[in-house]
């Protein structure tokens, strides 16, 4: 992509572009581009790995590649201290109108850490997703992980196009969380007209969540038709991990609920929980300053928070069938 190799030359940022893009494989015939942002937040660098590992494993099937795959670096500041966010947090801010003012200001005048690293990321994707002569579709992948121990899943829009793609992943895929979250990048790149999900391949730092991101990207490059697997020579025990991840747990779900932390409120989670776990109306879930906290609603628990950085203690959604 011709584009890249322009903007590796200019040096419009304090962070070099070769250190903002993981790598980037060109297929010999048109096909999809798809585009693993990872490492949104700084302590999820486990998705990164899963990228290079991928990278390294489809280098050298150009012939066999249709269209584009290029993995990126998300939030460096943050990864290089290990911590979520430094400012605010990446994945919060990707609203049109405040892009748009990232856009159009300096880099010495971006207000916070994470707004430089948003400009310095919509650099490099712009040019692919804002692109209106496209003749193939575009995919944003949006990789996490969380700090509960198991589960992982996909969060999507009810788009034909995205269900239709992501079904295929074998994943659950989870609906409505836009309701709950704003501002972020998934969303953002849906409403630019391109697919758009988040990928939540399991705990942070765990070899598990590695595994299932490598798997997961695997088979959405098959699945969008970029690269068929059987020129993967080890696609099939990630194949076999992930299956077996992911066996019992519903295959769609709804959000219906959301815990929301505020300033002091002395959130803890109780132990033990994990993703997909049921729970029933009047469940004891968590602790504040003012004792217990029940589940409002019956149905499975996900994203328990066991971290101190974040202001969602933890979502209950619904099974769809
Ligand atoms: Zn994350």
């Known amino acids: ?96 109108s405040i892009l748009d003012k990232v856009r159009r200001t300096p880099f010495d005048k971006v207000l916070t850490a994470e707004r ?47 269900v239709d793609l992501l079904s295929k992943l074998n994943v659950p895929l989870i609906f409505g969380i836009e309701k709950a979250l704003h501002g972020t990048a998934l969303k953002y790149i849906q409403n630019t007209g391109n697919i758009g999900f988040a990928f939540e391949a399991g705990m942070h730092f765990s070899e598990s969540a590695e595994f299932n991101a490598t798997a997961g990207i695997y088979a959405l490059l098959n ?31 709804e959000f219906i609920y959301k815990h929301i932390i505020e300033e002091d409120d002395d959130f803890v989670m109780r132990p033990g929980f994990k993703n997909f776990d049921k729970i029933k109306k009047g469940d004891w879930l968590a602790n504040d300053k003012l004792g217990r906290i029940e589940a409002q609603a019956g149905g499975y628990i996900l994203m328990p928070l066991y971290q101190e950085q974040g202001d969602d203690g933890f979502f209950i959604v619904k099974d769809l069938g």
């Open 116 to 162: 430089r690293e948003t400009k310095a990321v919509l650099e490099i994707i712009d040019p692919i997703i804002l692109n209106e002569n496209k003749k193939e579709p575009v995919i944003f992948a949006d990789l996490h992980t969380f700090s509960a121990e198991t589960g992982l899943f996909a969060i999507s829009s009810r788009e034909k196009k995205n």
């Open 1 to 96: 992509m011709e584009i890249l190799t322009e903007k590796e030359e200019k040096n419009t940022n304090s962070v070099a572009y070769k250190d903002r893009i993981i790598g980037m494989v060109e297929g010999k015939t048109p096909g999809p581009t798809i585009i693993a942002l990872a490492g949104v937040h700084g302590n999820e660098p486990t998705s990164i790995k899963a990228v290079e590992h991928v990278l390294e494993k489809i280098k050298g099937l150009e012939d066999k590649f249709s269209g584009t795959f290029i993995g990126i670096r998300g939030n460096l500041e943050a990864l290089s201290k290990g911590e979520r966010f430094i400012d605010e947090d990446m994945n919060r801010i990707w609203f049109t």
């Open 223 to 253: 699945a969008s038709g970029c690269l068929d697997l059987s020129y993967i020579p080890d696609y099939e025990p990630y194949h076999d991990f992930l299956a077996q991840q992911t066996a019992g747990l519903p295959k769609k779900v």
